[in-house]
């Protein structure tokens, strides 16, 4: 009897999930993976700043209450990621970020910056395809999940 392996997608967009229950935000539980050479080097979900309150625990919203885009504490999933990549001294280069959200164009900026190759996208369908558009507009292969 064959017994067929899952795909190595398949694979990272389940630790994808398994990381986004660590989410701290109470509007929607993101995860990201980093990937190089086939081997996960990272990854991060969404939720405030260290040292900030977590909505969760609060029960507030602080991207809410911040009122403007630029003054919310939180940090998304990919920006967590690549924020511990920088920590830890890892290259990104030519890797694959595997999310379960659309990307937003601030975190496609980051994610062309670090010359990542390949995103891998479980789309939510809830916010806008700009950060989709902007990373391929940039040579970014974009993969729909």
């Known amino acids: 009897m064959f017994v067929q392996r899952p795909s190595f997608d398949e694979v990272y967009m389940d630790v994808v999930d398994v990381i986004a229950r660590r989410s701290t935000c109470?509007?929607?539980?993101?995860?990201?993976?980093?990937?190089?050479?086939?081997?996960?080097?990272?990854?991060?979900?969404?939720g405030v700043i260290s040292g900030e309150a977590h909505c969760c625990d609060t029960g507030v919203c602080l991207k809410e209450l911040a009122g403007r885009e630029d003054f919310k504490p939180c940090v998304h999933a990919e920006q967590n990621a690549i924020c511990l990549c920088a920590k830890r001294g890892l290259a990104v280069g030519g890797g694959t970020m595997y999310v379960n959200a659309d990307?937003?164009?601030?975190?496609?900026?980051?994610?062309?910056?670090?010359?990542?190759?390949?995103?891998?996208?479980?789309?939510?369908?809830?916010?806008?395809?700009?950060?989709?558009?902007?990373l391929r507009r940039y040579g970014v292969q974009v993969d729909l999940w």
């Open 26 to 46: 109470l509007r929607k539980k993101v995860g990201a993976v980093i990937v190089v050479d086939r081997r996960i080097i990272s990854h991060g979900y969404n």
């Open 103 to 134: 990307i937003c164009v601030t975190c496609a900026k980051l994610i062309i910056s670090c010359e990542f190759s390949r995103v891998v996208v479980r789309r939510d369908y809830k916010g806008t395809s700009e950060g989709i558009e902007f």
